[in-house]
């Protein structure tokens, strides 16, 4: 059922077997398995999640290459509504341990200024990250490339880069190291700083010893049309050619409100076992909030876990369903 402020007092007095945190792919994974399994299941989407951004999917089996991940998405919402699950675009900001549930605090629309209280017992995490993007004056010049030829994962778009004149966009000095990598698919890099920090001499001369140029100026503007870049113009006037660029300036993880419950991290990704369990044990994460690769074949086989994980333990623990007409004793007369 598609919920909203319209309709959300028909489930505040319920208590969802599990309440999915994220509808973007690993958070539409689970739902949908956790609704296939008859459980109660609610997905609280805030929008504008990460794989919006995706134009194409091309590395993800079974559909066309040109699929956007905004078609996915909406196509995923609907298959889960329609197997049962509840689907709120909503905000969640606190989620509290009352011991055989979870108090999950939403808030909902604009007006929502107190925030709507719902229940569950199991929550899976699936809200994900977002990339940091260059900032700058007009944001809609990043917004025009940022997805078709600005990349913000190697893993996902090298191919897409083979043998042409990037761009690494690299938002700390560590970040440069992302240059040795990147040149597996190109060695036509040109490595950016956008004027927020200083290089170390040392890694200026690893930078010449591989022949990739240094560019320390901020980014003024993405030059292109329609969608394609050709180059990168930087505040002194610059003009570096590309035709394609790597974005690596970290993430913001949205997981905010996990942070009053303890749970296990390692950097900023949560520990979990090998069924997406975190370590409390009602508490599953899924996709780029946890360790491993950040794909969407990942989290959709996340969901999956997370959610058959959550079935089998109510499974156990509910009473087996018997034919009962057939019971010694109990047929009709």
């Excluded at 091309?58 to 609907?78: A, S, V």
């Excluded at 949560?270 to 780029?288: K, P, Y």
Aim: proline fraction near 3%.
């Amino acid at each position: 059922m598609k919920l909203s402020s319209k309709n959300l007092e028909t489930r505040l007095d319920t208590v969802y077997d599990a309440i999915v945190v994220g509808g973007g792919m690993g958070g539409l994974s689970a739902a949908i398995y956790l609704a296939r399994y008859g459980l109660k299941c609610l997905i609280v989407e805030k929008g504008k999640g990460r794989s919006m951004w995706m134009q194409d999917t091309r590395n993800y089996l079974g559909i066309d290459p040109t699929t956007p991940g905004r078609d996915i998405i909406k196509h995923g919402t609907n298959q889960a509504i329609e197997w049962g699950a509840d689907h709120l675009r909503g905000f969640v900001e606190e989620v509290t341990d009352e011991g055989d549930t979870f108090a999950v605090k939403v808030k909902v629309g604009r007006k929502d200024e107190v925030g709507t209280v719902l229940r569950t017992k199991y929550l899976v995490a699936a809200s994900g990250i977002i990339d940091v993007l260059p900032q700058l004056e007009d944001m809609q010049n990043v917004f025009d490339y940022a997805g078709y030829t600005l990349h913000v994962c190697m893993i996902c778009d090298g191919f897409d880069m083979w043998d042409q004149k990037a761009v690494l966009v690299a938002g700390s000095p560590g970040q440069i190291n992302a240059a040795f990598v990147l040149n597996w698919f190109t060695p036509y890099i040109s490595v950016l700083t956008h004027g927020l920090y200083e290089v170390s001499d040392e890694m200026k001369q690893k930078l010449a010893d591989h022949g990739y140029p240094l560019y320390e100026q901020p980014i003024a503007k993405f030059h292109g049309e329609k969608h394609k870049m050709s180059g990168v113009e930087l505040a002194d006037g610059t003009m570096v050619e590309a035709t394609t660029g790597l974005v690596g300036m970290g993430s913001i993880y949205h997981n905010d409100y996990l942070k009053g419950i303890k749970l296990e991290y390692e950097g900023k990704n949560l520990v979990t076992n090998n069924m997406c369990q975190t370590s409390h044990e009602r508490i599953f994460a899924l996709g780029d909030l946890k360790q491993g690769l950040n794909q969407v074949s990942i989290a959709v086989a996340d969901g999956t876990l997370a959610a058959t994980q959550i079935w089998r333990t109510i499974r156990r623990a509910a009473p087996p369903r018997k034919w009962e007409e057939n019971l010694v004793g109990t047929a009709p007369q």
